[in-house]
């Protein structure tokens, strides 16, 4: 069992910026894969970034490409997302998940059904 607890979200105008924590525990995921979703109200889940247990390889979301950084410290047991140039659209709430299955290069893990542990999620509220 892993426990994921998201922290860090908040209000903040268009333009601003966030940084959204996931603190991990029960088991370390220095090996894992780990990801940011994000659900608007009456919308599905949707994938955001993706980082390899390495650090060396990210995914992105075609709509945050360029404004939002993933990244982990395995010595802590956390992932982060930075999230710069915030827009209203980005309001959601905001999950973090882990694949403890086994992961390959060069395979992009987009869907929520690829990742086995969910945090409760972290609202994300940006105003225009």
């Known amino acids: 069992q892993v426990q994921l607890v998201e922290s860090g979200g908040g209000l903040v105008q268009a333009g601003g910026s966030l940084r959204l924590s996931c603190a991990a525990s029960g088991r370390t995921i220095s090996s894992y894969r780990m990801g940011w979703f994000h659900q608007a109200p009456g919308k599905e889940r949707e994938f955001v970034a993706a980082?390899?247990?390495?650090?060396?390889?990210?995914n992105y979301a075609d709509s945050v490409k360029g404004r939002f950084t993933i990244s982990r410290d395995n010595a802590k047991n956390t992932v982060y997302l930075q999230m710069n140039s915030l827009k209203p659209e980005d309001t959601a709430v905001y999950y973090c998940?882990?694949?403890?299955?086994?992961?390959?290069?060069?395979?992009?893990?987009?869907?929520?059904?690829?990742?086995?542990?969910w945090g409760q999620g972290t609202q994300v509220t940006v105003s225009s």
């Open positions: 998940a882990v694949r403890t299955r086994t992961s390959y290069s060069g395979i992009g893990y987009y869907q929520t059904r690829d990742y086995d542990y």
């Open positions: 980082i390899s247990w390495t650090g060396r390889s990210t």
